[in-house]
């Protein structure tokens, strides 16, 4: 399991979609903040973590794409 570690404020700009329930009537950065605090202790038992806020969806699928192969055997 891979963590893809964003920040609230690029994943807020990221997702630009107002259907997302969890988001609807809120400010998407507070909310996905507080998403964030209640869920990050699960995300941190994932087996490697990526910081992806400074790299572009090619950038982090390469980086997902390198630890499959150099830790899942692909």
């Known amino acids: 399991v891979i ?3 964003v ?6 700009r990221r997702i630009r979609d107002e259907s997302r ?7 998407p950065v507070t909310r996905l903040q ?7 202790s699960w995300y ?3 087996d490697l973590e990526l ?4 790299l ?3 950038l982090a699928a390469e ?9 899942g055997g692909w």
């Not at 920040?7 to 807020?12: I, K, T």
């Not at 910081?51 to 400074?54: I, Q």
């Not at 980086?63 to 830790?71: D, F, L, N, P, W």
């Open 51 to 54: 910081a992806v806020d400074d």
């Open 44 to 46: 941190r038992l994932a």
């Open 21 to 27: 329930p969890l988001l609807a009537g809120h400010d």
């Open 34 to 40: 507080d998403l964030l605090n209640a869920r990050e």
């Open 3 to 5: 963590y893809l570690v």
């Open 63 to 71: 980086g997902v794409a390198s630890a499959a192969r150099q830790y």
């Open 7 to 12: 920040s609230p404020a690029v994943a807020a």
């Open 56 to 58: 572009s969806c090619d």
